[in-house]
């Protein structure tokens, strides 16, 4: 049965979370050894990683992966602050949004050179509709490419750091927290890298040649060690909270979404790709939890909200299926809404979900019986 954090919402479901005996989430554990951290120590460690990598290299100093969200726009203006001449890359969603855009503009004025990484459509559409088959996601493509291109620029360019922002294995509480500057190699990423353990070496079996998904590739493992390029990230060395980097990032020109969340609880976050809601949505159905239960956790978690505040707030805003993005993604790769949501169907983790007269429901969910009918 599925079981909840006692502080924040989350449910034991949640990949690489996990609730102790005292019921306590790794998550909210996690929050809580960041009272105990030296933060001005890790402040030093930052400088002197920024001054390593400048004194390696008369080019670029670092990479910095961005979307052009909120955190992207804090990863810039910190590179910034401490000195660094950054390479932004950006790879390019085929559902970036018209104010996902007008923010990764506004991100390069803020003095950065970048690179706007696109890949051929044809192949994006036929490994979205496969990844989606056969795990039921819509992100596997999508961390393939975000957490491989910038390797592989930084490496094929010579460029020693590669600045990314908020450390999901720190802030749900692996065993990674410890780890400050490192080689973001290929064991980080099929644990933390949510591709369902997958390379793209792996999906060449699946009707793709190895040259159709160049672009999902990283670098050899030789590769790196001889650049010797070092990823780092920004959390372990600021305390990152969600609601600070939105402020910092709106005061310098980004842009919130006038008309509310996409999905979950921030109308700052999930703002620049139309299918990020969908990715999220899917979660539902796999393990029980939306969005909406991880920025409210989050809230919980920096003591803006009450846990039952934040269950108040579930009841308010429900499921929040994003049916407009659902039939975007579905005209996407090339279906209709009822075959995306038959597809949809075959992931409802039925170690979870019941079927009864009146329909699906959760045994043991906090949420309220509004939320099944
Ligand atoms: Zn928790």
Known sequence: MICFCQECILPDTRPNLEIGEDGVCTACFSHRTKESIDWPGRVEAFREIVEQAISRTERYDCVIPVSG???????????????????????RPPGRTELGQRNLDN?????????????????????????????????????????????????????????????????????????????LDEEWIQRYGVTHGTTAADWIAEGFTAKELSAYFGPTSTELHTAGTRGV???????????????????????????????????????????????????????????????????????????????????ELGEQRPDGDIAAFAQFVGWSVEEFMDHAEQFRNQAIWVREVAGWRIPGHVVSEDWWR
């Open 69 to 91: 969200g909120k955190d992207s726009t804090w990863q810039v203006l910190k590179c910034l602050e401490y000195g660094l001449t950054p390479l932004a890359v950006t790879w």
């Open 233 to 315: 990230f920004l959390g372990n060395y600021f305390r990152w909270d969600p609601a600070e980097t939105a402020t910092i990032a709106e005061s310098h020109g980004l842009q919130r979404r006038s008309e509310g969340p996409r999905t979950g609880y921030y109308a700052h976050t999930d703002i620049d790709d139309a299918f990020i809601s969908v990715h999220h949505w899917l979660k539902w159905y796999k393990f029980g939890f939306t969005r909406l239960f991880d920025n409210l956790s989050l809230e919980i978690r920096n003591r803006r909200m009450s846990r039952d505040d934040a269950l108040s707030i579930l009841e």
């Open 107 to 183: 991100l390069v004025q803020l003095g950065v050179d970048h690179i706007d990484y696109q890949i051929n459509p044809s192949i994006e559409r036929r490994f979205a509709q496969r990844a989606f088959k056969l795990y039921g996601s819509t992100a596997i493509p999508m961390h393939l490419a975000i957490f491989n291109i910038p390797r592989v620029i930084a490496t094929r360019f010579d460029i020693p750091l590669i600045v990314w922002g908020e450390n999901s294995a720190f802030e749900y509480g692996g065993a990674e927290e410890g780890r400050m500057a490192f080689l």
